[in-house]
């Protein structure tokens, strides 16, 4: 008797894993199909350069319009437009460092796709000479705010980074990330 219980068990047990490997392949399946299309919705490298001017960047749009710490920084490469500041936070020490946080307002496009706008929050830390007053060097990171994307931003969640590229008269930015849309 207890070999013909045992043939019968191990027959159920097959069955139940044979079960389970069956969904398993269905949700494999299930997640090529649906794969190209997050795909899309997938993470976009960002790359590009950025100068203030305010000429090519007059005023923040509307909702915004207390983002003028600075000029308008001009966007190009990946994202072309223009970005707003308002700086919430400032701090100066005597060695040199200066740190920064506060909030910003994009408007233009991503790859020459439509026109929308992001928000995003930053930090900036920099390295002055203490003695010149001149910018050694700079970076800052800029996460978008979840929630604020209009138009051809709408969903949009990422981040940028900026470093200060030091001239002797200008300085001038670049800027790397990722966005995501959907």
């Known amino acids: 008797m207890g070999n013909e219980a045992r043939p019968a068990r191990w027959a159920n047990t097959m069955h139940t894993k ?6 398993l392949i269905g949700l494999g399946m299930a997640l090529q ?14 790359s590009g350069d950025a100068y203030y001017d305010a000429v090519q960047c007059p005023a ?5 319009e207390d983002f003028t710490t600075y000029p308008g920084l001009v ?3 990946s994202l072309e437009g ?19 946080s506060g909030e ?5 496009s991503l ?5 929308g706008t992001f928000a995003t929050t930053y930090k900036f830390e920099s390295k002055f000479d203490p003695d010149s007053g001149v910018q050694l060097h700079g970076r800052c990171q ?27 008269t200008v300085t001038t930015y670049i800027y790397r990330g990722h966005i995501s849309l959907r």
């Open 18 to 23: 044979g079960r389970r490997l069956g969904l």
């Open 33 to 46: 199909l649906v794969s190209p299309m997050s795909a899309d919705a997938a993470n976009n490298r960002l």
């Open 60 to 64: 923040p749009p509307a909702g915004y």
């Open 75 to 77: 966007m190009t490469g």
């Open 82 to 100: 223009c970005l707003y500041t308002k700086v919430i936070t400032s701090k100066a020490t005597p060695g040199g460092v200066y740190l920064e």
């Open 104 to 108: 910003e307002v994009f408007v233009g």
């Open 111 to 115: 790859d020459g796709g439509p026109v």
């Open 142 to 168: 800029h996460p978008i705010v979840e929630g604020s994307g209009t138009g051809g931003f709408e969903g949009a969640k990422g981040r940028l980074d900026f470093k200060d590229i030091i001239g002797e």
